[in-house]
């Protein structure tokens, strides 16, 4: 599949029940950075006809150096290279670490030698990244980052922004779809990120108060915390043995979401709902097949792409940028399956997956 239009970007999110527009937020977000930053919607970032121009003439270049390769950097780099486009800022590098710190230290290395404008990144170590971007910082490079930062950098003196998804919003969707999968009422078990991690933490959090909150009729009977995915299948099973009814069951992100799948199938369980965080083919062609899983929160890709290199283009610039910025979530059931794969991850739906909703 091609890259998607703006204007096929746009039909999709309009069918996820989006805008990207400044009407996706009635007031600013809940969410918050790493330090307590108040956000900022992706869709306050803009760039003037004459800045445009300004950063044509600049013959900038851009480097990824990217913690891993997967479908859903696939789709910020997809974001983030078509709007360096428009920009006149050219890519000149991409890197993977494959989750190794290490790796990813010598890739900041090997990059910063080349001197690129501006570096867009997810650092893997808080501790050894600080150093590693310093040599970067001191040739005038501008990074803006994906989710994390370095230990010690400061917004608008060692970076420009983090960007982010609005965390707060992915898992308050997350509540609205669980209660509506379980008709607003019932027992429901909660598998959250047991390690410290403000991204997961608030994800998490924001499901359990909104359900405490705003559905009185559903209880969260069953909790427990969760740090190696491989443990999901043994969680969810000893939460059934417990409480066998439960009607519902919120896992953190999609991998443990996977054994918890696993756990009720082996159970023959096709009563409970599942209802988790980010974009997987088991998890969505279960649902697309009428299984457990209910609905999916998902974040979107190439919205944290193009906002990303708009925050580099304001840093280039020497434009005010606000340091930390949400994309908007999005949330995916059988009904959007198909258009909710294009607006998150930027390709099509797994083809077994499109097969099953055929």
């Not at 990120?193 to 559905?215: G, L, M, P």
């Not at 979107?300 to 005010?320: D, F, Q, S, V």
Request: include cysteine; proline fraction near 5%.
């Amino acid at each position: 599949m091609t890259r998607l239009s703006s204007k096929l970007l746009a039909t999709a999110a309009i069918l996820l029940g989006l805008a990207y527009t400044t009407e996706v937020y009635a007031a600013a977000p809940a969410t918050v950075g790493p330090h307590g930053e108040s956000a900022t919607p992706s869709s306050a970032l803009s760039l003037t006809p004459v800045e445009i121009a300004k950063l044509k003439a600049g013959h900038y270049t851009a480097a990824f150096v990217w913690h891993t390769t997967s479908d859903f950097t696939n789709g910020v780099t997809a974001g983030a290279t078509d709007t360096f486009a428009k920009l006149g800022i050219k890519v000149i590098a991409t890197t993977d670490a494959g989750f190794d710190s290490a790796k990813q230290m010598d890739d900041v290395q090997t990059i910063t030698a080349r001197r690129p404008s501006v570096i867009l990144s997810l650092p893997l170590d808080p501790v050894g990244s600080a150093a590693a971007f310093r040599p970067a910082l001191a040739d005038g490079t501008k990074l803006v980052f994906l989710s994390n930062v370095p230990n010690g950098y400061k917004a608008g003196k060692d970076y420009v922004a983090i960007v982010t998804d609005d965390l707060h919003a992915m898992g308050s969707r997350a509540a609205d779809a669980l209660a509506s999968a379980i008709g607003d009422k019932g027992k429901v078990g909660y598998i959250f990120h047991d390690a410290q991690y403000y991204v997961t933490n608030q994800r998490d959090q924001a499901f359990k108060s909104t359900i405490e909150d705003q559905y009185k009729n559903i209880t969260i009977n069953e909790q427990q915390g969760i740090s190696d995915p491989a443990n999901a299948e043994d969680i969810a099973n000893a939460m059934l043995t417990k409480t066998p009814g439960l009607d519902g069951i919120y896992v953190t992100w999609a991998e443990p979401a996977e054994g918890v799948l696993a756990a009720l199938r082996a159970a023959g369980n096709k009563h409970t709902k599942i209802v988790t965080l980010d974009l997987s083919e088991p998890i969505a062609l279960d649902m697309a097949q009428n299984g457990n899983v209910a609905a999916i929160v998902a974040d979107a890709t190439y919205e944290l792409g193009r906002t990303m290199a708009t925050a580099a283009a304001y840093g280039l610039l020497g434009k005010p940028c606000p340091g930390f910025i949400v994309a908007p979530a999005m949330t995916i059931t059988k009904a959007n399956l198909l258009a909710g794969y294009e607006a998150s991850l930027h390709r099509e739906a797994p083809k077994s997956v499109i097969d099953a909703l055929k």
